[in-house]
């Protein structure tokens, strides 16, 4: 059982170039999201999804763009990287359905993103 | 809008030392989460409080929630090297499907 799977690891931009960073959970979660982490700022959330088709805005959700065709991947792209990009971005995952709704999240390893 | 405020937002403490670390959050929430994440790795799971007055234990660690005052924390007992970590609480905005999370606190247990 692998959980939430998140690639790549590492990624190096330059600014205004484009990329996506992939999601994928195999744990039947409906809801999945993605944080950024900065240091001294905790985990801001970019955005959510409550199933598939389905995706919201979180806090910080300008500059990034996701999609949800499938209940399993949730990947979030970025249309024109910046600078103020760079971070370490996570993906998780959890329950959403009655009865199950009160299930922690699930997180994968992380993205470390450098953009210059 | 939902905010979550921890504090200390770092700690050093001795083992064998007990300590608190607070949460405090700005409006009506249904759910609180406590998380562990290591330098270097993902976020972990600690505990899960849902209703006011909840309490959760585990080894030298304590949770508990009071939603009346929008407040959780997380009680260290005689902390040991191994808790060493930052720990997060995050909280659901009700209605909606957005956790919110604290700054963390960074926690270093000297020996």
């Known amino acids: 059982n692998a959980g939430v799977t998140q690639t790549p690891k590492f990624q190096v931009l330059k600014t205004g170039q484009s990329m996506t960073l992939q999601c994928a959970q195999d744990?039947?979660?409906?809801?999945m999201s993605w944080y950024r982490q900065d240091p001294g700022m905790g985990l801001r959330l970019i955005h959510y999804s409550v199933g598939a088709g389905i995706t919201d805005q979180g806090e910080v959700p300008n500059g990034y763009n996701v999609s949800r065709s499938t209940t399993e991947d949730f990947p979030l792209r970025l249309l024109s990287a910046a600078p103020s990009q760079t971070s370490v971005y996570f993906c998780?995952?959890?329950?959403?359905?009655?009865?199950?709704?009160?299930?922690?999240?699930?997180f994968g390893n992380g993205t470390r993103l450098t953009v210059t | 809008e939902l905010k979550v405020e921890q504090n200390p937002l770092f700690l050093s403490m001795q083992e064998g030392k007990n300590y608190t670390i607070y949460c405090n959050y700005s409006?009506?929430?249904?759910?609180l989460y406590w998380y562990r994440q290591d330098p270097g790795k993902s976020l972990e799971s600690l505990f899960v409080l849902l209703s006011n007055g909840a309490v959760k234990q585990e080894g030298r660690l304590m949770a508990s929630l009071d939603t009346k005052a929008r407040l959780s924390t997380l009680h260290i007992t005689a902390a040991v090297h191994d808790l060493s970590a930052t720990y997060f609480c995050?909280?659901?905005?009700?209605?909606?499907?957005?956790?919110?999370f604290g700054t963390g606190t960074r926690l270093k247990v000297l020996a």
């Open positions: 995050a909280v659901i905005t009700s209605g909606t499907y957005k956790y919110i």
């Open positions: 744990m039947n979660h409906e809801y």
């Open positions: 998780a995952s959890s329950y959403s359905r009655e009865g199950l709704n009160n299930s922690p999240l699930h």
């Open positions: 409006t009506t929430s249904d759910r």
